[in-house]
């Protein structure tokens, strides 16, 4: 990477600072006489006693924050340390680890990093896409409304955006500098963030209908002119605006919906092998889905979708779902059934002779056997 960059300035730059790998000719040419210990470090001595500081930590939450600290600084000794040790450090660095963190956002102190994007102060958002100088080439945002199953955590979300891009950059080999996190802080319905004084996003209940499309419509417009090229990744919007979005740019733009299509598709990838090994169809499984939020229907509408192209219709595919809800068996009766959720909402004639108290999974998956 060449920089016109000298001294200090390289150092508080974590995608160039190298702190004690800096070699001698390096330090000379940059300015960074001084700057640093005398004795250079190789990137392998560091990855080695980043992960000796590591290892002395207990709490997994512990170890997430040291990470942070670390990329916020240097950038390439995390990718370096995260890469060496994947296997242990991926439960650290996203999920579950990170769910902790992204609650506890306002209560640490971090390095801004992305857009912070809220329809508190629409008319800045121009002005904001204006301070990115480099070329993006990916962009995660979220609204923050269904965070890794801990719901609405307002602008905490970033992290979300921010996580996210690392694993893109550590599995697709994405280079960080070209990648964009973003929250679009629409407010929050959560109580505990609304009555927090230390909260740092904006203090409202969550904007919903037209208002908040023309705010999604405008981040689309200015992604779209700033960044004609890029490529853009929803992540973690409620079920009522996450489909509703997808389908509205999806054939404008390239676009992605990770909580509808990429667990859809990786969890048809895993069941159309193991129905070939038990010598069976897919046509032929009752499939129950716990949890019928965006990840859930998304699923269904992939799994639904393979069994039309093997031949079943629309409605004969549907009928293939039971989709259970924090409230239990979605039915025709269940309040407040999206548009995502209708097409698999069990008929009420269905249930009506089952002897069980409550529609929970357990008493379903029973039910669904014995039919």
């Known amino acids: ?53 590591l290892s002395s930590l207990e709490r997994p939450i512990d170890k997430n924050e040291f990470l942070r600290s670390i990329y916020d600084q240097n950038e390439t000794l995390y990718f370096k340390t995260v890469l060496e040790h994947l296997e242990e450090l991926l439960p650290i660095i996203y999920t579950p680890t990170e769910a902790q963190a992204i609650s506890k956002y306002s209560q640490y102190f971090h390095r801004p990093r992305g857009l912070f ?27 923050g409304e269904q965070i890794l199953g801990i719901g609405d955590q307002g602008v905490g979300a970033i992290e979300i955006s921010v996580a996210k891009l690392i ?6 080999g994405i280079k960080p500098s070209r990648t964009l996190p973003v929250v679009l802080d629409v407010g929050t319905d959560n109580p505990k963030l609304l009555g927090n004084p230390m909260y740092i996003g904006w203090h409202h209940n969550r904007i919903r209908g037209e208002k908040y499309d023309q705010f999604i419509d405008q981040f689309v417009t200015n992604v779209r002119k700033r960044f004609p090229k890029s490529y853009l990744h929803w992540e973690d919007f409620g079920i009522e605006n996450a489909k509703k979005i997808l389908q509205k740019y999806r054939q404008q733009f390239p676009t992605f919906n990770d909580d509808i299509q990429g667990t859809g598709v990786i969890t048809l ?16 499984q009752k499939i129950v889905i716990y949890g019928a939020g965006s990840a859930g229907t998304g699923i269904a509408d992939q799994i639904r979708d393979m069994l039309i192209s093997q031949g079943l219709s ?18 025709e009766n269940t309040q407040d059934v999206t548009d995502g959720q209708k097409p698999y909402a069990r008929p009420s004639a269905e249930i009506k002779n089952w002897k069980i108290e409550k529609l929970g999974t357990r008493s379903v998956l029973i039910q669904i056997k014995q039919s």
């Open 117 to 143: 994007l809220s329809l508190a102060e629409p008319d800045k958002m121009e002005e904001a896409f204006e301070q990115v100088k480099e070329e993006i080439d990916l962009i995660v945002v979220s609204d």
């Open 167 to 172: 694993i893109y950059c550590l599995m697709g």
């Open 269 to 284: 990838g895993a069941l159309l092998p193991a129905v070939e090994i038990a010598n069976q169809k897919l046509s032929e």
């Open 314 to 331: 629309p409605s004969s595919a549907c009928k293939r779902f039971w989709c259970v809800d924090k409230y239990g068996l979605l039915t």
């Open 1 to 53: 990477m060449e920089t016109k960059l000298r001294g200090v300035e390289i150092l508080l730059d974590p995608r160039l600072n190298k702190g004690s790998a800096f070699t001698k000719e390096e330090r000379q040419a940059l300015g960074l006489t001084g700057l640093l210990p005398h004795h250079v470090r190789s990137l392998d001595q560091q990855v080695s006693s980043v992960f000796s500081q």
